[in-house]
T-cell receptor
Framework: GAGVSQSPRYKVAKRGQDVALRCDPISGHVSLFWYQQALGQGPEFLTYFQNEAQLDKSGLPSDRFFAERPEGSVSTLKIQRTQQEDSAVYLC???????????FGNGTRLTVT | GQNIDQPTEMTATEGAIVQINCTYQTSGFNGLFWYQQHAGEAPTFLSYNVLDGLEEKGRFSSFLSRSKGYSYLLLKELQMKDSASYLCAVRDNAGNMLTFGGGTRLMVKP
């Protein structure tokens, strides 16, 4: 596709369940970022990949959060034992050459009940 | 660390001009971005400044002063569809990660 694609668009999970959020980047985009956006707030950085290498995971809020990008293309953000405070929109963004703008997907809205 | 401040909300009238300010204190700087985000949608890229001065792109312009840690986004001839959140973001020295401000929600009234 032409843009960054995220699935599912909406996810409702019971507290304690595990969830997996998928991001399909723009073809050829080397850099991939995950952000968390609470209602009415700006996106908060979670983690960054360059190809398959996870270069920065300093924003992951706890060890319940895990991200991977095994072949340097599709990425998955996994949240184990979800808690209510995990409820947010999870945005994936990718970029091509150095210093180019980030292109965002529409996000996955996660609601933990 | 990074600290980026912008007003939470602004209101303006259709056809008018509005200026959204952004101040930042960051440990590294490699460019400032403005994004527009409509409710429930992805942020979309508006403008990029890495050198001091004004960048103009149609009805939207963005200004940067690196010495003052200050930027603004200027929207002219406001339209109802410009009602959205406007996000200011700073890129770090490594040229990768963007750190975002909290966003300014702009409401355009008839």
């Amino acid at each position: 596709g032409a843009g960054v694609s995220q699935s599912p668009r909406y996810k409702v999970a019971k507290r304690g369940q595990d969830v997996a959020l998928r991001c399909d980047p723009i073809s050829g985009h080397v850099s991939l970022f995950w952000y968390q956006q609470a209602l009415g707030q700006g996106p908060e950085f979670l983690t960054y990949f360059q190809n398959e290498a996870q270069l920065d995971k300093s924003g992951l809020p706890s060890d319940r959060f895990f991200a991977e990008r095994p072949e340097g293309s599709v990425s998955t953000l996994k949240i184990q034992r979800t808690q209510q405070e995990d409820s947010a929109v999870y945005l994936c963004a990718t970029s091509g050459i150095y210093n180019s703008p980030l292109h965002f997907g529409n996000g996955t809205r996660l609601t933990v009940t | 660390g990074q600290n980026i401040d912008q007003p939470t909300e602004m209101t303006a009238t259709e056809g008018a001009i509005v200026q959204i300010n952004c101040t930042y204190q960051t440990s590294g700087f490699n460019g400032l971005f403005w994004y527009q985000q409509h409710a429930g949608e992805a942020p979309t890229f508006l403008s990029y400044n890495v050198l001091d001065g004004l960048e103009e792109k149609g009805r939207f312009s963005s200004f940067l002063s690196r010495s003052k840690g200050y930027s603004y986004l200027l929207l002219k001839e406001l339209q109802m569809k410009d009602s959205a959140s406007y996000l200011c973001a700073v890129r770090d020295n490594a040229g990768n990660m963007l750190t975002f401000g909290g966003g300014t929600r702009l409401m355009v009234k008839p």
